[in-house]
C-alpha cells in the first residue's frame, strides 16, 4: 500500500482507495456472518418461549374453504385447542381414591383377546396406570378363563366380566324374523356395511337401548366406551371423567362423521314422529342444526362415531332418551333396515340435551380403523404420538366443524 501511495500524485486519492478496500471487506464479512447466525438454530429465553406457545395455542386448522374459523364459532365451554381442560373446584370425588363413580365399557367376544390387550395397554400407558379405573367387560356368551386371565394381567384396576341377559340380545316378539332375513339379503346385494350381519344388528341395538341397564353397568354414573383394536395416542394428564361432573357434561366424543344412507332410510321419519308426539323432551337450546340443514325436515347423516363416547349415564338412563327408543325399537328398524348406535346416540344428544352439554375432547387422540382424531396444536403435538396429516377433523366429509360451528 505504501507503494501505491508513492505512485499516486496527490495523498486523496490515495486514501480512498483504502477506505474503498476497507469497507469492502467489511461487507463481506457482515454477509459471511449473518449467514452464519440465520443457519444456526436460535435459543429463545424462557419468556420468548412461552409467549410463542401462547400464540401457538390459538391457531387453528383452516377449514374446507381454505379460511380459519373465527374464534366466536367456537363456544366459550368447548375451545378446540385447548392445552388442559379447566376443572370446578367444587368437584365431588371418592377421597380414597381421587376418582369419579365411572368405568370403562367394553362390549366384545373372545376372539377380541388380543385386539383388546393392545388397546389397554396403549389406554393404560397414557392415562389409567395413574387413576385406576375399573374395565366393564360384556359378551353374549360367557369369557372363557383365558380370556380373563389374559385380560386382567394389562391393568392393575378392578375388572368386571359380565353376560348379556337373552332378553337384551334377542329378537323382540314384534320383529318378523322372516321379513328381516330377507331385507338382509337385499342389503348384502346391495354391499351396504355389514348388510348380512345379523349379530350386527344385535349389538347396535343392544348399545342403543341396553348396555347401561346390565347390572354391573348400574353401579356407575359415568362411562367411557372402548372398543378393542382402537388406539388411544396421547398422554392424557387431565381425567376426562373429572371434566364430564365438574362442567356438568352429558356427552362427549372426538370423531363426527356421515353415517352411510342405505342403513337408516326410515330413521328420520320416526324421529319425526318422535318430535312431534313428545315435544317435552326436545331441549330448548338443542342441536338440531348441527344434524339437519333444513331445521328438521331432513336428517344429514352427521353422527358422533360413538365407538368412543364418554357420557353421563344419568342421559341414557332418562324418561326422555328411554321413550326415545322404545318408540325406535317397536317400528323394528333395527333388523329391518341397520340402524346403528352412532346416529341414535347422536339423534338424541341433539335433540334431548342442550348444546352445552356436548363435548368435543381435542385432548384425546383416537383411531378406529382408517379415521383418526389427532390433536393439530403445537402443545398438544407434544403430548401426542399421532400424525396430525391423518387428522380427519378437517376433511370435507367430517361433520366436526359443523357441529363446532352451532
Known sequence: MRNCCKTMRTHSLCLLLIAFILGFLSRSFLEWSHQR??????????????????????HRRPSFNQSAPDSSSFTSNNPPDNDKPVLDVDVNVDVATNRVNAAFVVLLQNKDLHEMRKTMRQLEQTFNSRHGYPYIFLNNVPFTDHFKTHIQAMTKAKVHFGLIPREHWSYPSFVNQTQAAINREDMKA????????????????????????????????????????????????????LVMKSRNLKYGFTIALPEYVGTIPTLWDTVKQFKEQHPEHIAAKNSLNWISYDHGDTYNNCH????????????????AYLDFFEMLDKTGGFFY????????????????????????????????????HCPESPALQLKCSCDPADNVDWKQYSCLRRFLET
Not at 420468548?48 to 401457538?56: S, V
Not at 343392544?206 to 372398543?227: A, I, K, M, P, T
Not at 358422533?304 to 324418561?319: G, V
Open 304 to 319: 358422533f362415531w360413538s365407538n368412543f363416547e364418554i357420557a353421563d349415564l344419568s342421559f341414557f338412563r332418562s324418561k
Open 190 to 241: 346391495r354391499k351396504v356395511p355389514y348388510g348380512e350381519s345379523e349379530s350386527y344388528r344385535h349389538m347396535c341395538r343392544y348399545e342403543s337401548g341396553f348396555f347401561f341397564r346390565h347390572e354391573l353397568v348400574q353401579q356407575f354414573d359415568y362411562y367411557w366406551r372402548v372398543e378393542p383394536g382402537v388406539s388411544f395416542s396421547c398422554d392424557l394428564d387431565f381425567d376426562p371423567f
Open 37 to 58: 447466525t440465520s443457519s444456526a438454530p436460535s435459543t429463545l429465553s424462557s419468556t420468548q418461549h412461552q409467549a410463542l406457545q401462547q400464540k401457538l395455542r390459538h
Open 337 to 372: 333396515e341397520r340402524w346403528g348406535d352412532a346416529p341414535i346416540h347422536s339423534i338424541a344428544a341433539a335433540l334431548l340435551l342442550q348444546r352445552k352439554d356436548i363435548h368435543f375432547f381435542n385432548e384425546i387422540g383416537y383411531r378406529h380403523g382408517i379415521y383418526e
